[in-house]
């Protein structure tokens, strides 16, 4: 079976806001919470907000490539 993720939408930043993460990835939230849980995605929280670097989120995908 075939998995389809969302639309992958183009983002110039460097700290991406969950919700923007996710659009990023073309995940759910959902999904990334799942990640983010099981230790398979990095993050940073200061202050108690959940951030992620979009260097890391791109390292992920890269690590996570199937041939």
């Not at 230790?39 to 995908?61: E, Q, S, W």
């Amino acid at each position: 079976m075939r998995r389809t993720f969302g639309e992958v939408r183009p983002i110039d930043k460097v700290w991406l806001t969950h919700k923007e993460a996710a659009a990023y990835l073309g995940v759910s939230g959902r999904t990334l919470d799942r990640w983010r849980a099981e230790a398979k995605m990095p993050y940073y929280k200061p202050g108690g907000t959940i951030i992620f670097r979009k260097r890391d989120l791109d390292n992920f995908v890269l690590r996570n490539r199937v041939i």
